[in-house]
């Protein structure tokens, strides 16, 4: 009967110690996705969300992420500020530390460089690397991984550092920081040609999806515009590669290194359409990153040793979908039939208005853009550029907020700024190391939890 006891006891004192011993020792991966919707907050996925539910007839991917279960609130603030912009947000996810604005992966001190998890990986597991995004490859998020510059503007350092970075993959836009001056469209001051040189450190480099297509070799230079790539609604005329096909091309070359890889996938333009406070931009726009999250997803089905982590690194414009048209009297919502109709985005249509657009201009402009008549108050709002006018900090583009503001009531959607918030965000994720991502994170957190994962010191 002792005995029996004893046996007891020591088997649920085993049981105790096998649960403890697994809950410190983090699952291991063999590859890292990250994947980071600029500007991606609550409202922008729930926006595209409806939107491809009701008009493209599915669901987001993100949707199969987020009900696998780790899912997190994520906070941003940062080293200076409760509102953070790109650099410090990119960096404080690559680092694990809390930065200042616009420095890139640097101590407070401007000159010390704070290493990322791009760099531990490379150093300690020789993994291979990538870094896409739709904006520039020499923007915030994409650069704070693999650079340490004082000043984000600094973009033609960026790409110097870029290249000595080793990084395998590298794609974008912003091909003029690669070109010196004297070649058309460059802005390279100290009369350097990237391009040639990582041609000679044994990139392919691209400028075209059907370039993309074809490449074989491991290290890709692609550079698909001088400056951003297009927003997706800008699109059409286009030979520049999807997110989703650039992802694809990605994972695929980076998956043959043995030792496993570490590849930051970005959409960059979501941030740039909530910037100018353009619904339809900004839906387009993440139905786009939404497909390489799911060209990611299937890459981690058949690749079992993979984390996916989806995040965004701000919330930009303080977006909100808002009850009310002009007439109705019950809550209605986002009238995701009348954002379909639009056809180019703010930033274009804003192009043929000049300096000083008169109403009927305006009138005709938009009524061609998007199916909408405005009234003559209206248009006269938008000419006088009234929303600028009484809050120019937070609301700095112009006549862009006045349109937004005039086609509230048509898309009921709303903007409370220019810039970006402080709205908590989410994470989440699959696979090995993703069952961290619980409850409320700090985004310094995401690299502690990417760290663990790929068993890093
Ligand atoms: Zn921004």
């Not at 949707?63 to 279960?69: Q, S």
């Not at 043929?352 to 005709?364: D, F, H, Q, R, Y």
């Not at 503001?405 to 994720?429: D, N």
């Amino acid at each position: 009967m002792q005995i029996k006891r004893m046996n007891r006891w020591i088997n649920i004192l085993l049981v105790l110690l096998f649960v403890f011993a697994a809950s410190t020792v983090s699952a291991q991966a063999k590859n890292v996705v990250l994947l980071i919707g600029d500007g991606l907050g609550y409202t922008q996925f729930w926006a595209a969300q409806l939107y491809s539910k009701h008009i493209l007839g599915r669901d987001l991917r993100m949707i199969e992420v987020m009900k696998a279960g780790n899912t997190a609130y994520i906070v941003n603030d940062t080293a200076d500020s409760f509102v953070t912009e790109s650099a410090a947000a990119a960096g404080q996810i690559a680092t694990g530390e809390r930065m200042f604005a616009r420095a890139l992966s640097m101590k407070e001190d401007g000159k010390t460089p704070v290493p990322t998890i791009l760099e531990l990986a490379k150093a300690q597991k020789n993994l291979a690397c990538g870094l896409v995004t739709t904006s520039g490859i020499t923007d915030a998020t994409p650069a704070a991984f693999a650079t340490h510059v004082s000043h984000r503007s600094n973009e033609e350092e960026v790409a110097t550092q870029l290249l000595k970075s080793n990084v395998e993959i590298l794609m974008g836009g912003r091909k003029q920081f690669f070109l010196p001056e004297s070649v058309s469209g460059g802005r390279r001051k100290d009369g350097r040609n990237l391009i040639e040189e990582a041609q000679k450190l044994g990139y392919s480099v691209v400028g075209t999806a059907a370039e993309l297509k074809g490449v074989t070799g491991s290290k890709v230079l692609g550079l698909f515009n001088m400056a951003n790539m297009n927003y997706e609604i800008d699109r059409k005329a286009t030979k520049e590669p999807s997110l989703a096909e650039m992802t694809e091309v990605t994972l695929r070359i980076l998956s043959r290194n043995p030792n496993g890889f570490f590849a930051m996938i970005e959409g960059g333009r979501i941030d740039h359409a909530s910037h100018r406070n353009d619904a339809a931009a900004t839906i387009h726009d993440v139905i786009a990153f939404d497909e390489a999250v799911g060209v990611a997803i299937d890459f981690a089905k058949t690749h079992p040793g993979t984390l996916v982590i989806l995040t965004a690194d701000h919330d930009t414009g303080g977006m909100a979908i808002i009850g009310h048209s002009k007439t109705s009297k019950e809550y209605v919502g986002i009238d995701l039939k009348q954002i379909k109709n639009q056809n180019i985005s703010f930033e274009l249509l804003i192009k043929e208005w000049g300096k000083n657009p008169t109403p009927a201009l305006i009138k005709e402009s938009v009524k061609k853009a998007t199916g909408i008549e405005l009234t003559d108050e209206e248009a006269q709002f938008v000419a006088a550029d009234t929303i600028k006018k009484a809050d120019p900090y937070n609301y700095s583009y112009d006549y862009l907020h006045s349109l937004a503001f005039v086609l509230r009531p048509y898309y009921r959607v709303g903007f409370a700024s220019q810039t970006h918030t402080a709205s908590p965000l989410y994470a989440c994720g699959i696979g090995p190391g993703s069952e961290k991502i619980q409850g409320l994170l700090h985004n310094t957190e995401l690299f502690t939890i990417m760290k663990a994962a790929l068993q890093l010191k």
